[in-house]
C-alpha cells in the first residue's frame, strides 16, 4: 500500500497492489464517519441539548399545568416522574396534574450513549379551608360565648367581621354582642380564600 494515510501504509512500497486498508469511524450515526473506514476507530458524536418548562409554575390542587421541551441531537427521552416517553422528541409538551409540589426531569439521549438533563417545578398550594363554631349558640343579654376556628391549607391570613379584625389562623375568643349577631371569618393565601359564619343568638 503506497497510500499514506492508509492503515497499512508501507513507506517501502513502490507499486499499490490494492490492498490499503483505512481506519475510521464506521458507525453512520457519527459525526466524523468514514465511508472509506474498514478498520473501527474513534467515533465522536454530537452532545444532545434540551431546554425544559413548565406553565404555569404554580398552581393549586386540582389544576394543571403544562410540562414543554425542546431538544437538538436527541433521538429520544423520557420524563420518568409521569414514566412518559416524549413525543415528539424534537419538542412538544405534555400535561401533568400534580397534586403536590413536584420536581420533573427530563433526560434525552443520543448517539453514542450521549445524554442530557434538565428540570421543572410545578409549585402546587392546597385551597385554604376554615371552619367557626360558637359555644353556646344562644346566650341572654349581657352574657358570653366563644368562637372558635381552624383553618387548612395554604392560607396566610385571616380576619373576623363584627369589629374583631385579624385573627390567627387558628385560635378562639370570647365574645358578648347585645344583640343577635353573625360572626364571618374570612381566609386567603396562595390557595385562595375560604370563609365560613356562625349565628349568635342573643335572648333579651
Do not use: H
Not at 385573627?167 to 396562595?190: A, E, F, K, R
Request: net charge negative.
Amino acid at each position: 500500500c503506497t497510500d499514506s494515510e492508509a492503515y497499512n501504509y508501507d513507506p517501502s512500497a513502490y507499486i499499490n497492489d490494492g490492498s490499503c486498508t483505512y481506519q475510521g469511524c464506521m458507525d453512520p450515526n457519527a459525526n466524523n464517519y468514514n465511508q472509506n473506514a474498514t478498520v473501527p476507530g474513534t467515533c465522536t458524536y454530537n452532545q444532545p441539548t434540551v431546554s425544559f418548562s413548565r406553565s404555569p409554575s404554580t398552581i393549586t390542587s386540582g389544576q394543571s399545568s403544562t410540562l414543554s421541551w425542546s431538544t437538538s441531537n436527541a433521538i429520544s427521552g423520557t420524563i420518568p416522574q409521569i414514566g412518559y416517553n416524549i413525543s415528539p422528541v424534537s419538542a412538544g409538551n405534555k400535561v401533568v396534574y400534580p397534586t403536590t409540589t413536584t420536581t420533573y426531569s427530563i433526560t434525552v439521549y443520543g448517539y453514542g450513549g450521549t445524554s442530557a438533563s434538565a428540570y421543572a417545578t410545578v409549585t402546587v398550594y392546597a385551597p385554604p379551608n376554615v371552619t367557626l363554631s360558637v359555644s353556646p349558640t344562644t346566650i341572654p343579654q349581657g352574657g358570653t360565648a366563644q368562637l372558635t376556628w381552624a383553618t387548612t391549607g395554604d392560607a396566610s391570613s385571616a380576619s373576623i367581621n363584627q369589629g374583631i379584625g385579624n385573627v390567627p389562623l387558628s385560635s378562639n375568643t370570647t365574645v358578648n354582642p347585645t344583640s343577635t349577631t353573625t360572626y364571618t371569618i374570612s381566609v386567603s393565601g396562595s390557595g385562595g380564600s375560604a370563609s365560613d359564619s356562625v349565628t349568635l343568638t342573643v335572648v333579651p
